[in-house]
């Protein structure tokens, strides 16, 4: 991965059991690998439409990373839903050789056509998220590995091989998924 993480997160929860962020994650991984990131936090569809945009028109990032509360195939805005169907319309199919991750739990609790067709519909080469539940440090370690893995190997079948060999447990348990 040779450049930036563009990296969406929803709005903070006023709940204390709720005070991590992406941004931690994406901070450790910055320290550890040297990958760099930008950081939003999002509130609005229209905020999150004109970052996604945003997205779309640069080539200055290689990831989108979304990070929002989710349930099976859509994620939440302040008080309204997002589906991934929506993400893939606006994406209109341009965000080829780039890599879409949902770190949303639950988000990816799709079947597998729907998630590769979301993969095909943004045009993005890798597609990876969750299918289970997230918790904060659990998810740490995985997406330290991840990212790690990422920029170091280039092909999907390199990725997905040794992440399932360095992070077996967490990808079962976290219920990971990759589509490439």
Known sequence: MSNKILCLEGEKS????????????????????????????IATRAE???????????????????????S??????????????????????????????????????IPPKQIEALRRATGVSILSGYAGPLSFFPTLILEMSFLEILNT??????????????QKFWVKELAFKMSA
């Open 153 to 166: 190997y280039r092909t999907p079948a390199a990725i997905a091989k040794h992440l399932g060999e360095q």
């Open 14 to 41: 006023s709940s204390p059991h709720e005070k991590q962020s992406v941004q931690t994650i994406l901070e450790c991984i910055q320290a550890s690998s040297g990958i760099p990131f930008e950081h939003h936090r």
């Open 72 to 109: 099976a195939g859509k994620f939440e805005l302040a008080r309204e839903q997002f589906t991934l169907a929506e993400l893939a319309e606006l994406s209109e199919g341009r965000w080829d050789n780039r890599l879409l991750h949902l770190g949303c739990g639950n988000i990816l609790k």
């Open 48 to 70: 999150l439409e004109h970052r996604l945009s945003m997205f779309g028109r640069s080539k200055t990032y290689s990831m989108l990373y979304l990070g929002f509360r989710a």
